[in-house]
C-alpha cells in the first residue's frame, strides 16, 4: 500500500510541475500582449510567482496564482504590476497605472 502511495504522490507532483510551466507561459503570454496593447515594453519577458493558493468557485477548486511582472512606460524606469490566474484562466491584470483620460 505504501508503494501505491508513493506512486501516487510522485504522480501528483508531476502534474503540478506540469501544469505550473504552462500556467507561466500563458501569464507570459497575456504579459506580452497586454503590453504591447497598450504600447509598453514587457521587460525580462519573464513573469515571477508571488503567490500560490485555492479558490473555491461554483466550478470546483482550482489553483490560483499571482504573478509579478516588469514593464517600462518609455523605456527608462522599472514599474511593477500583477497578474492573477485562476486555474489557466485569467482572473486579474493590474499594471498600477492610472486611467487614462480623454481630453475634452
Known amino acids: ?3 501505491l502511495l508513493a506512486i501516487f504522490l ?3 507532483l508531476g502534474w503540478f510541475w506540469l501544469d505550473s510551466l504552462r500556467a507561466r507561459e ?4 497575456i504579459c506580452q500582449a ?4 497598450r504600447d509598453l515594453q514587457f521587460l525580462d519577458q519573464a513573469v515571477a510567482l508571488r503567490r500560490l493558493g485555492l479558490a473555491w468557485r461554483a ?3 482550482r489553483l490560483r496564482r499571482v504573478y509579478r511582472f516588469d514593464f ?4 527608462t524606469g522599472r514599474r511593477s ?3 492573477v490566474l485562476r486555474g489557466l484562466h485569467l482572473e486579474e491584470l493590474s499594471f498600477g497605472l492610472p486611467d487614462q483620460v480623454a481630453d475634452a
Do not use: H, K, P, R
Open 34 to 37: 497586454a503590453c504591447v496593447q
Open 72 to 75: 517600462s512606460e518609455e523605456g
Open 1 to 3: 500500500m505504501s508503494d
Open 59 to 61: 466550478e470546483g477548486v
Open 10 to 12: 510522485l504522480l501528483l
Open 81 to 83: 504590476g500583477y497578474l
Open 26 to 29: 500563458i501569464a507570459v503570454g
